[in-house]
């Protein structure tokens, strides 16, 4: 089967000058599992566009690094 | 990934098994924990915000409150809106219990409304009575049962665990004695022995494809893929009403709830695009939802909800609701379309379908013990057959749930469990993982899900239906096709054979069901007239044990408990007598 990449507009974006390094509260509260932590930055992003704008990432972040915006579709 | 073999798991034991830590989750292993079961929760998200309650909720829709409402007007209420087709036992229990439920979610810290005497502030949506009672601190909810689970009486007797997905129920005999699932992050493959099992894994939220075409824009939460609908079904367990489809009027695209339920205490209301008042009751029924569609398709469309003639003080009011709790991005939507309540009203538009008896009344058949025809086998939340349940009644149904699941798991056995169900389901999880190179699961589902909207939607016709049960076979190639490279992926297929499993049972039971009933939830366009005859009673669904296929049984309407006045039931079976003594809550009796 063949493969493309493409580019997504994802919700939820993090701050990584705010992110903390070895927090991961977000990554721990999310519903659908969408948040991950990069291995080569040790911040915070989302891995999968799967979004329900729910927002437990954004609430439970103790530095305000994480903005959830609506899903592009749904803008 | 690297397949673990079958015999390569992690097992675990416990006393009454909860499949999902949402609403009725929670409470069911609260109350099974203080009844002494050693309890075991799988979550496949994080307890802490999982369920339809993962931001809380701005307020309870059913409580009934004595001195402001009594039993017998919300079980008539209810089966009023549910056109009689309804076991009134099952809807008592809501009503008489939910009181008690208040309170003991006031001790655990939930703050509900009080007026400046003290009492309960419910305010009245429904047609008679006055059951909705504001959370002003909603948004704390599952905080607080969460904070419960871990407290130091209840932590030792039970376990949460998170990411942890199961896909099937394990049964001997015909007794339900177990589950097999995956962990969602390492792939580790997971079985557990129960005494008993209490399934809570919510709605079917994400069967129809938004209008957005995102496919987690849904109303539920997207998580709630019909996973419990589709276990109960395999397991043997008969389901009902699942042609009694749930859609509800939300904010267009955005997909959250308007609210009307929160807006009309205040004064707000839904018009049509002339300005107009179109219903003349707001309560989520299927007859309010025909009103609704027919109001959308009309030349007087949209529709919206009406605040723009509200004070300052009371729009921001209800900003401080809408905009902090179940949905708070709401604001952040408005912000981006420019709408502000002050000069703008909200465009509002239905919902894609789902299975929610929560809302609708579709869901897996239970009693008033929360039993299912599955021994050892419980279902409670969204996801078990009692009408028009909302959070209160998720939260007596885990209550229920998880007292009579701990007498039931104190003299089951522990069999050994069925090596041959551990196979299949180890098949159904890992299968994707061996063939990385097909269809992913976005695609899949997405024309899964647009077969969906296409074939199920209402109004409902047999040339249509046919077409989607034709569509939704079609689809087990596909989907034996998948392809998934990580855990994660994974539960992303699992969770679409779950839709497909729900979008075949939407559509063989509204093919079943010749008739139209419900308003819009199943509204047949090629037989628009309701056949009291012949179909005043519950449609159950199960997995036929010779054939593997859907078969469906016609089970009779239970004789009322509670007179409704002004309704005349069809088949004249008279009323029976209310129930007494130990079948009455304490606040009642």
Not at chain 2, 467 to 472: C, D, K, M, Q, R
Not at chain 2, 559 to 586: C, H, K, N, S, T
């Amino acid at each position: 089967m063949a493969h493309a990449t493409s580019r997504s507009d994802v919700p939820v974006v993090i701050d990584e000058e705010k992110c903390i390094d070895g927090c991961t509260l977000c990554v721990d509260m999310c519903p659908l599992d969408s948040l991950a932590i990069n291995p080569d930055s040790g911040k915070a992003y989302m891995h999968v566009d799967e979004c329900w704008y729910c927002g437990p990432c954004a609430a439970r972040c103790p530095v305000d690094a994480v903005t959830v915006n609506i899903p592009y579709l749904l803008r | 990934m690297q397949i673990p073999e079958v015999s390569d798991r992690r097992h675990l034991e416990c006393d009454v098994l909860v499949v999902g830590g949402g609403t009725a989750g929670t409470m069911a292993a609260l109350t099974a924990a203080s009844n002494g079961a050693s309890v075991l929760i799988m979550e496949k998200a994080h307890v802490r915000h999982s369920g339809a309650l993962a931001m809380g909720m701005d307020g309870v829709n059913n409580a009934v409150v004595p001195g402001k409402a009594t039993p017998e007007d919300y079980v008539a209420d209810i089966t009023v809106a549910n056109d009689g087709i309804v076991n009134q036992r099952t809807i008592y229990q809501t009503a008489t219990r939910g009181f008690e439920m208040v309170q003991r979610l006031e001790s655990y810290g939930v703050k509900f409304e009080k007026d400046e005497h003290d009492e309960y502030a419910v305010r009245k949506v429904h047609r008679s009575g006055s059951y909705v009672l504001p959370m002003p601190e909603g948004k704390e909810v599952k905080k607080v049962l969460y904070r419960e689970l871990r407290s130091r009486n209840v932590r030792s007797h039970v376990t949460m665990t998170n990411r942890l997905m199961p896909v099937r129920i394990l049964t001997v005999d015909g007794r339900a004695v177990g589950a097999v699932g995956f962990d969602t992050r390492t792939g580790e493959f997971v079985t557990v022995s129960a005494g008993a099992v209490i399934l809570a894994a919510g709605a079917a939220g994400r069967l129809g494809l938004p209008a957005s075409g995102y496919l987690y824009g849904t109303y539920e939460n997207p998580t709630n893929a019909g996973d419990g609908y589709a276990m109960a079904y395999h397991a043997g367990a008969e389901l009902s009403g699942i042609e009694c489809f749930q859609i509800n009027p939300l904010i267009k695209d955005y997909n959250g709830p308007a609210c009307a339920y929160v807006a009309n205490p205040f004064g707000g209301y839904q018009v049509n695009g002339e300005g107009n008042r179109f219903v003349d009751c707001d309560y989520w029924s299927g007859q309010m939802m025909a009103e609704v569609k027919r109001e959308l398709e009309s030349s007087r469309g949209p529709i919206y909800l009406k605040l723009s003639h509200l004070p300052d003080a009371t729009i921001s009011e209800i900003e401080g609701i809408l905009h902090t709790t179940e949905r708070p991005t709401r604001g952040t939507f408005h912000e981006g379309r420019g709408t502000n309540y002050r000069d703008r009203d909200i465009e509002m538009h239905i919902s894609e379908i789902g299975l929610c008896s929560g809302h609708s009344a579709s869901g897996v058949w239970v009693d008033e013990h929360a039993r299912t025809t599955v021994p050892g086998l419980y279902a409670a939340g969204d996801m078990a057959l009692v009408p028009h349940n909302y959070m209160i009644g998720a939260f007596v149904y885990g209550d229920i749930a998880g007292e009579d699941a701990a007498t039931f798991a104190r003299s089951a056995s522990h069999p050994e469990l069925p090596e041959d169900q551990i196979e299949a389901a180890h098949e159904l999880i890992y299968r994707p993982a061996s063939n990385p190179d097909g269809p992913p699961q976005p695609q899949v589902e997405y024309k899964l899900r647009r077969f969906v909207n296409d074939y199920l939607q209402p109004p409902k016709t047999e040339r249509y239906l046919s077409l989607g049960v034709e569509a939704f076979e079609r689809m087990r190639t596909d989907i034996a096709q998948m392809g998934a490279r990580t855990p994660h992926e994974l539960m992303r297929c699992a969770e679409v054979s779950f839709i497909r499993d729900c979008a075949e049972m939407a559509a063989r039971s509204s093919l079943e069901r010749t008739e139209s009933r419900w308003g819009l939830y199943h509204a047949r366009d090629d037989i628009p007239q309701q056949d009291d005859a012949s179909w005043f009673c519950h449609l159950n669904l199960s997995k036929d044990p010779a054939t593997a296929g859907m078969t469906f049984a016609r089970r009779p309407v239970a004789p009322y408990i509670v007179p409704v006045p002004g309704f005349v039931r069809p088949d004249g079976v008279p009323d029976a007598l209310a129930p007494q003594g130990v079948e009455l809550a304490e606040a009642w009796r």
